[in-house]
């Protein structure tokens, strides 16, 4: 994963929890394969190319307890978040719930009820519903 990036592509940060699979989800976006990765210290940032005319830069910033205050420095400029949750990790559900309603409440999103959300279930391992995600994360950037 290069830290090259073109920011006229629109940007999707993906935060969440530490060893979440932010970076392994990202990996197996940009090569196609699992690839061991480590714990993100800053950031991974890459461009996914959906199809030939469509490009989405993805930033992978890293969960640890003492990055989350540093997720809201990267909002600025991205047109979607996706928030990652390991399905698999039940015992961490209330701690990704309350950093998810932290970064809700930074965000103000109570009050846009006109925002587009949704879950997608995917696997980074098995690389199921990776891109459906996505497609699904560009459509409802060119809603907005």
């Keep these: 994963m290069g830290q090259n990036s073109s920011s006229s592509y ?23 394969k699992v690839m061991e990765t480590s714990p ?3 950031f991974n940032v890459g461009t996914l190319d959906l199809d030939k005319k469509t490009s989405l830069t993805v ?3 890293g969960g640890q307890q003492c990055m989350r205050a540093n997720w ?3 909002l600025d400029d991205c047109k979607a ?16 719930q309350k950093a998810l309603k932290k970064i ?3 965000l103000d999103l109570p009050s ?12 980074a391992v098995q690389g199921l519903g990776l891109q459906q995600a ?11």
């Design 10 to 32: 629109p940007q999707v940060i993906l935060v969440g929890l530490d060893s979440a699979g932010k970076s392994t989800l990202l990996a197996r976006l940009l090569t196609g």
């Design 40 to 42: 993100t210290v800053g």
């Design 59 to 61: 930033w992978d910033v």
């Design 72 to 74: 809201k420095y990267y």
């Design 81 to 96: 978040l996706v928030f990652v949750v390991d399905s698999s990790d039940p015992a961490r559900m209330p701690e990704a």
């Design 104 to 106: 809700s409440t930074q």
């Design 112 to 123: 846009f009820s006109d925002r587009l959300w949704e879950i997608q279930a995917c696997s």
């Design 134 to 144: 996505f497609i699904s994360v560009n459509k409802m950037i060119r809603k907005s």
